[in-house]
């Protein structure tokens, strides 16, 4: 059984990074920052040791202050920082991890230099569950993409790649399938790995990418 999540080692309130994508967790996200606020919290971030929350917007955008046109899911993942170039003036590249997802207990609100923060919750992991028999080849087709991409010198994914889980699966076929961002969110969000596997498992036949 997983342990239950430690919300107390949140950020009260959580700062979060809306984007126009859904991050799940066990991925990476890689960012230019360049805006105020935003180096002001990678900053804080790489002070203090902490992560922060990314959020998928469902409107407005992550660039500038119109609080009134923003709207984002409830649901986002924690965040954690790995490295952090600045190589140019007012230009931050960040590379970071992505690790459990988290829920908002309460409304988003901003503070004076524009940076939305939330309190929130942190959410159980996934529990490990084997991938089912009929699924070995949704499986085995991801680790062909991994050999492909690793060819490329392109692998998206940080190791060590968890074939053996069916969490872990779902999550990386959910971050290269073309698909929406509000599909994206519901498989996110689900709690069972095993039925977001299935889900995955339907679309990759549906769309002859695994056949059998």
Not at 45 to 62: H, I, K, T
């Amino acid at each position: 059984m997983p342990s239950a999540p430690d919300s107390a080692a949140l950020p009260s309130p959580l700062p979060l990074f809306p984007l126009n994508t859904v991050l799940f967790p066990d991925g990476l996200l890689g960012l230019r920052v360049f805006e105020a606020r935003y180096l002001d919290l990678m900053s804080e971030c790489l002070r203090n040791g902490q992560p922060f929350g990314v959020v998928c917007l469902m409107a407005g955008s992550e660039a500038g202050r119109h609080a009134a046109k923003v709207q984002m899911e409830n649901v986002g993942v924690l965040c954690h920082l790995d490295e952090v170039d600045a190589d140019d003036p007012g230009l931050l590249r960040v590379r970071a991890h992505a690790s459990q997802r988290f829920r908002m207990t309460g409304t988003p609100t901003q503070r004076e230099n524009g940076l939305w923060v939330a309190p929130a919750e942190l959410l159980p992991p996934d529990p490990v569950r084997l991938p089912g028999p009929a699924m070995l080849q949704t499986v085995q087709a991801l680790a062909e993409a991994i050999k492909k991409l690793q060819a490329g010198d392109r692998v998206p994914f940080a190791a060590p790649y968890r074939l053996d889980e069916a969490g872990w699966v779902a999550n990386r076929w959910c971050e290269l399938l073309p698909i929406s961002l509000a599909a994206k969110q519901k498989l996110m969000e689900l709690e069972d790995p095993v039925i977001r596997l299935s889900l995955v498992d339907g679309f990759l036949r549906d769309k002859k990418v695994v056949v059998g």
